[in-house]
Every structure is written in C-alpha cells, then in structure tokens.
C-alpha cells in the first residue's frame, strides 16, 4: 500500500513540474514603467480640454504608472465642470488624480484681458508650478512630465520614447501652425530668447534627433531619480535679478546646477497652440483651436476627442447663404473624409456634390453634351489642350450654377475639396458676407481663395478692408456665387467653347490677358471681387510630398488628337524632339507664361 501511495506522489509531482514549466509565467527579469507625475495647470482652456485628454489618454503608457494632479482657477468659460466630469469618469483609470479648483474670482486685477500676464498672475503660477514640483518629490514619484493644456501629444509612443532617451530633462518639438514650437536655440548670456537660423533648421527638421538647447518649456520630462535633480525649481532663489516668469526661473536653476536640456524633433509628437495676444479674445483662441485641429488633418490623423467629456452638439450654419456645397470626386474618399471633418469643426451646414470624374467622360458623351474646347485654346503654362480632369472640373463648378439657377438660390458659397482654410476662417467669412451691403455697392462673385499672378495690378474697393478688384488669377478653391453671377455664366454657353473654369472666370469678368479668348464672349462684365487676405489656399502645391491633381493629371481630349496636329495631344516635355518648324505650327507662342496648377 506504501509502494502505491509513493509511485502515485511521484507521479503527481511530475505532473505538477510538466504543468508550471509549461505554464506562461512572469519575467522575474520584467521591469515596471516608471512612475510619471503629470501637473496639469488649467485656464480658460474649456476648448482645448477636450483634444488636451483626449491625447493624454490615447497614449500607451500604463495609467496605472501615472498620477495627474490638477489646478484650476480664474476661469471665465465652463473649464471647472469640464474638468470635474473628466475627473469623476477617468480617474479611476489613474494611480490618482488630485484636483482643486478655485472658481472665487475670474480675472485678475490688473489684467487687460484673459490672455494678459501681470505679475499677479506669474507670481501664482510660479507658486503652483513650485507645488506640482514638490508633490511629485514627495510621491517619489521617477519623472515629471510638465505639459501645457493646450499642448497636444498625438504621437501615442511620446511619454514611452521620452523615458526611453534616458535624458536629465528632455522634450518633444511640438509644431504650430506658426514657426512656435517648445523650445529656443539659443539665449543671451543672461537666458533671454536670441534668434538663430539652428531654430529653423530643427524645426524643419534638416537638424534631427536628440538635440542639447537651451531652453525647453510648455512640454518637458524631468528625470527625478537623478540627485540634481533636487535643485531644479520654480521660485525664485535669492540671488536671481531676471524677470519674474517661471519659465526663465526654472531655466535658470538648469543653468545653475549644470542639468542640460535637449528637444527630440526624429519623430511627429504632436501640436501646441500659438500663444494669444493681450489683445485677443476667448473666441478668438477658440477659432485658433478650431484652425489647429483642421490644419493637423491635411497631413495626419485627425486629434483624438477625450472619451470622458461631453461634448453639446454643433450648431451648423450656412451664414446666411441659401447653399454651401463642397464638389468632390466619389473616387477620392480620403479628400472627402477630411473636408468633411474640417467643415464639421466649422459649424458649417453643407451639401457634398459630386464631382463629374473626368476619367469616365468618353468622346461619345462629350459629343452628347454639346461640349467642344475653345477654338485656339492651349494651356499656357503646359502648351497642351484640355484635359478631361480638366472638363470634369468645368462640369461640376457649372453643374452648381445650373442647380442654383433652376433652385432659385440668391447666394451660394463653393468649396473644392482640396483647400486648407485660414485662420478665424469663420469670422472672417461672416464679416465677408455682410460686406457688400455695408458698402452698398453691388457684386456676382467673390473669390475666397485664388492664385495672384500680379497683385500690382489689383486695387482695393473703395471704403473697404477686405475686398478688392481682382485681376487675372488662377484656381476656384472656392468663392461665393449670387443668382446674377451664375445667369451670367451659364447664359453664354460655355459648354461649346470650353476653357479650364479658373481661365473662363477671368474672361468673365474681364481680366484675362488674352483678347482672342475673351471676343468668343458677350456681355464679360461679372462683377467680381476677392478677399484679401485670402482665407483658403491649397493642401498641396507642386512638388510636395502629397500632391495630387485630378485636373493636370489625367488624359488629354482623345478625338482631338490626329497626325495633322499631334503637338497638341503631347506635354511640354514630349515634344522637345519634334522640330522647331513643327512645332511653331501648331503653338500659339503669343500666349501668357506662368501658368500654375490648378
């Protein structure tokens, strides 16, 4: 019975020892990610919070190994009940978030506005930014990751790659849609700001990698396990003369104890807001928020919106216009998903129309259309004749005027697809749209973004700050449109005499250079003007990264072609082996020079 009982124990420990060895267990070797203090210093910020949290919490780095501590105070917007629904849904998610708020006073004394920094105010900041220092020592916490509220790490590997780089003080370049970034490359001897072309150069990134500055701020990772660390801080010392700011006080204890300060630019990180004016608004750095999250989507994904904060549904608007229709190709989804994201944070309550996709138009259908290119027409710049992208662009911009025209709409605005909007872009708009009445002077057509080709030749209309006579110009990235405007140009029946639309505008209104073009229309008295500034431009130019043309790219009008005339189916750069003789046969050389892309 013994013998049985010892054969059964060794078996079970077999057993036992097979099923832990196979068993996945723990690294002992494993180390945790460090412990991360973020202090999070909040103002005014009700439009950035919620891009600001949504950042922080799409980063991979385990919550758990991070503790938020918040202050908030002096607030004229709704940041306190933002902040206090994110705290009660997201702090669990946190090793802890410690939030007070102080909602007794909105302005400062002697402020001229929310955007103003007395010394009152940079007194109290320096004080509370001394607090989250002092705080992050006493949790032991291994590293502070001061980060601005309007500050915003779309880079999910950011706080991973900083711990990574194993660096006493170190920060992400962050980009704006100026040349501001988070950092200086390089300060007097007393640690003001001093300009160097090495700023630019990092900025674009011909300078790359981990780079030693002098001073780095707004985003920044302090390693506290290093003992110098202890003499970093934020108030004053007794022996500093400079000017009260915390970011100079703290760059200055940097200097002192010999801590160096490097940017790491090798990657995208994120974006920072430009800091407002003392003259600006709180609207006015809404917009700016609404601009920087559009400008982000030309080139990368759109910033994320934190999880834990509701957001009131948009109140969309056509700002007075019957119609703003935005023409895109059903080909090109990628262009329609940004725009269509980019008018949303607009408010703007839009139409998509689809564009007529100049690949699928067929000799047979434009022959059906009644559609024929302009006796004569060669593009300027490209010495070729129409493209199809080319009257695809035509068809769908006259498609808007036909529909217009027969919905009786009196005004109408349009946007191509591939336009970046300015800055305030709906400010100004609204302003644009009641300028004409204001001025009591009548008007067809208004460009809102274009191509100049000589702006000396251009004028401004008289009593106003933003409209002026345009002269001949390329590109119809978008405009406003009234029933007049539209009637006059469908009613001289351009289908059978067709010119790219951004050459035909300008035969419109009289402008264009070349008068054989302009004598196959009647009546070119469109009364058109332009904004200036402009308030759009292109996402891309020639040569860029992204580039992409439906218009110039595409195939050339096929029955066209035929071996008496085959110079005019042939680019610029095809035809340098036909013979100077040929080609002065079918070249019209009169014809104006810098013609750009549409």
């Known amino acids: ?26 690294d002992p070797t494993e180390v945790l990610w460090p412990t991360i203090f973020i202090p999070i210093l909040v103002r005014n910020k009700a439009h950035t919070l919620p891009t600001f949290f949504g950042c922080l919490e799409n980063q991979d780095y385990p919550k758990d190994r991070i503790s938020i501590w918040i202050r908030s105070d002096h607030n004229e917007d709704n940041s306190t009940e933002m902040l206090k629904e994110w705290v009660s849904r997201a702090q669990h998610l946190y090793h802890v978030v410690d939030y007070k708020y102080d909602d007794s006073v909105s302005k400062y004394q002697d402020e001229a506005g929310p955007f103003d920094w007395p010394e009152e105010r940079f007194t109290h900041i320096i004080n509370l930014r001394q607090a989250a220092l002092e705080e992050a020592r006493r949790q032991w916490a291994q590293y502070m990751f001061a980060i601005d509220a309007d500050n915003f790490l779309e880079n999910k590997e950011t706080l991973k790659i900083l ?41 674009e990134r011909n300078i790359s990698g981990i780079i030693q500055v002098p001073m780095i701020h707004s985003t920044y990772m302090i390693d506290l396990q290093l003992q110098v660390s202890l003499q970093l801080q934020y108030s004053p010392p007794p022996e500093y003369e400079g000017d009260i700011d915390d970011m100079l006080i703290f760059a200055y204890s940097a200097r002192k104890a010999k801590i160096p300060m490097y940017i790491m630019n090798a990657a995208f990180f994120g974006s920072l807001s430009t800091p407002a004016g003392v003259q600006n608004t709180l609207e006015e750095d809404e917009q700016q928020m609404i601009f920087q999250r559009i400008e982000v989507m030309v080139e990368n994904e759109p910033m994320p919106l934190s999880a834990h904060i509701t957001l009131p549904p ?52 434009l022959k059906e259309m009644g559609i ?11 010495e070729r004749i129409l493209t199809k992208g080319e009257i695809g662009c035509f068809l769908s911009h006259y498609n808007i005027w036909v529909d217009m025209i027969e919905k009786g709409y ?36 208004i460009y809102l973004g274009r191509k ?39 009613e001289q029946n351009p289908l059978g005499k067709m010119v790219p639309v951004d050459e035909y505008l300008p035969i419109m209104f009289d402008q264009h250079p070349e008068d054989l073009w302009k004598e196959q229309f009647t009546n070119r008295n469109l009364i058109a003007y332009s904004v200036s500034p402009l308030i759009m431009f292109p996402t891309h130019y020639v040569g860029d990264k992204n580039y992409l043309s439906d218009t110039e790219a595409s195939n050339i009008w096929d029955h066209v072609c035929n071996e008496d005339d085959k110079t005019r189916c042939l680019a610029k750069k095809d035809r340098q082996n036909i013979s100077n003789h040929e080609l002065r046969q079918s070249a019209n050389l009169n014809l104006p020079s810098g013609h750009s892309e549409l």
């Open 1 to 26: 019975m013994f013998r049985v009982l010892y054969v059964v124990f060794i078996f079970l420990i077999f057993q036992s020892d097979i099923l832990i060895k196979s068993a996945e267990l723990p």
């Open 163 to 203: 711990v990574s780089a194993k660096k006493p003080m170190i920060a992400p370049m962050l980009e704006s849609t100026t040349m501001y970034s988070n950092f200086w490359a390089g300060t007097t001897e007393h640690g003001y700001y001093r300009r160097t072309p090495e700023y630019s150069e990092m900025l």
């Open 314 to 365: 948009k109140q969309l608007s056509k700002f007075g216009a019957d119609e703003i229709y935005m023409i895109n190709l059903k080909r090109r989804p990628k262009r329609r998903q940004r725009m269509v994201r980019s008018l949303h944070e607009l408010s703007l309550n839009y139409t998509i129309f689809n564009a007529v996709d100049g690949k699928l138009l067929t000799d047979e259908k």
């Open 372 to 382: 024929d290119m302009m006796e004569g027409y060669k593009d300027p710049f490209h």
């Open 410 to 445: 009196e005004t109408v605005i349009v946007l191509e697809d591939d336009v970046r909007f300015e800055a305030f872009f709906t400010m100004k708009l609204k302003k644009l749209l009641n300028e004409p009445q204001k001025l009591d002077i009548a008007w067809e057509l």
């Open 452 to 490: 100049i080709l000589n702006h000396r030749l251009e004028s401004w209309v008289s009593g106003s700050d933003m409209l002026l006579w345009p002269s001949y110009s390329y590109w119809t990235l978008g405009y406003i449109i009234n029933q007049s405007g539209a009637r006059k140009l469908v």
